[in-house]
């Protein structure tokens, strides 16, 4: 699409062709962050992201001719491309420039846990180290990077791996552009200020109670809003409120659960930690005024509706407790022994003056 003039329900396509509409919605996605480092626009291939089909398209063709590679954002697509890389046979540099991994979801333990088992696969994982400059090699393609600390990568391949940001840039030249904030503004029932105009997806832009931006950048929320963006263009009574936050995924290896609030948390919140038996297992349960408001996982699989329904409840942590075995699938291996984290909070009640449950 290259033009929306919403006073007369028309849109022009790239090659010219017009459409008119009843009603309309926005989906149009994300699109990978990118940083214009210095010599990067002299790389004509090697530069890859790795969000959609046709990036995965690119990462697969290059990759026969990649010695070394860096992947630069240490999030899950930055691992996603760390693991597929290490799988084939490449020497991969991994950048994250946070004092461990992924501070936006998890604390510094479970960072440290995720970055020993990424470096026990023979990922070169450099702390606090971003991209300042890019070298291309007379062809074109890729030849190295430079860090802030003055660190030296050649690499054939350069994994822009540093997030994405709502595909709306397109939108602010059309004849009658939608109110874009981070991402296209709407209201619960999914409307934007044009007429007959919606949107739905990495695009949307909800407003908080608080009155801060929210835009839901996952499959499973798009997946939601679609459905409930679909009705209320059919007309039906839609008032969408973005849920509690869950998410599951892998490390290589190692299983993750989140739900609920687990970090930059209040003063208040208190957090109980504790390592599994098992190199790579832990749990970690947050609680604010007396009633859980997250839980971190790693290392086994979790029911993540177990910790939904707990947090909507406003159990305490005390409660959750002896019934955390619940919460598991049950699994061939894959079982959590949490013995020791009974004991463990136990100990925890004591040290922090707590009521035994």
């Not at 009843?22 to 990118?34: C, E, F, H, M, Q």
């Not at 995965?56 to 890389?85: D, H, N």
Request: with cysteine; aromatic share 8%; net charge negative.
């Amino acid at each position: 699409m290259r033009d929306l003039d919403a006073s007369r329900h028309l849109l022009r396509l790239a090659g010219g062709r017009e459409l008119t509409y009843d009603k309309l919605l926005l989906a149009t996605g994300s699109v990978p962050n990118r940083f214009e480092w210095p010599g990067l626009s002299d790389v004509k291939e090697g530069a890859v992201h790795f969000v959609s089909l046709q990036h995965l398209a690119e990462c697969e063709r290059l990759t026969p001719t990649t010695k070394q590679a860096v992947v630069v954002g240490g999030g899950l697509i930055g691992v996603e491309l760390v693991e597929c890389l290490v799988h084939h046979g490449v020497e991969v540099d991994f950048l994250v420039r946070e004092s461990w991994y992924w501070p936006m979801a998890l604390a510094r333990e479970e960072g440290e846990i995720i970055a020993g088992h990424i470096r026990a696969h023979g990922v070169h994982l450099h702390l606090e180290h971003e991209v300042s400059a890019v070298t291309a090699a007379p062809n074109g393609r890729i030849a190295g990077i430079r860090t802030n600390h003055g660190l030296d990568l050649p690499c054939q391949m350069l994994g822009i791996c540093i997030g994405v940001r709502p595909a709306t840039d397109w939108l602010k030249e059309v004849a009658t552009p939608p109110a874009i904030g981070r991402g296209i503004r709407i209201t619960p029932s999914f409307q934007t200020p044009l007429p007959d105009v919606y949107a739905a997806g990495d695009c949307a832009e909800f407003t908080r109670p608080d009155g801060s931006p929210q835009v839901e950048q996952i499959w499973y929320a798009a997946k939601r809003q679609g459905e409930q963006a679909a009705r209320a263009m059919l007309g039906d009574a839609v008032e969408y409120r973005p849920p509690l936050f869950y998410n599951s995924a892998k490390f290589f290896e190692i299983e993750y659960t989140t739900v609920g609030d687990v970090t930059r948390l209040p003063d208040d919140a208190r957090s109980f930690f504790h390592r599994l038996p098992g190199p790579h297992a832990s749990i970690r349960l947050i609680e604010r005024n007396g009633a859980v408001i997250g839980f971190n996982m790693l290392g086994s699989r979790w029911d993540h509706t177990f910790f939904e329904r707990w947090i909507a409840e406003r159990r305490s942590m005390a409660d959750v407790m002896p019934q955390l075995h619940l919460a598991q699938f049950d699994v061939e291996f894959g079982r959590a022994h949490l013995d020791s984290a009974r004991v463990a909070f136990a100990e925890y009640q004591r040290r922090n003056g707590l009521q035994a449950a």
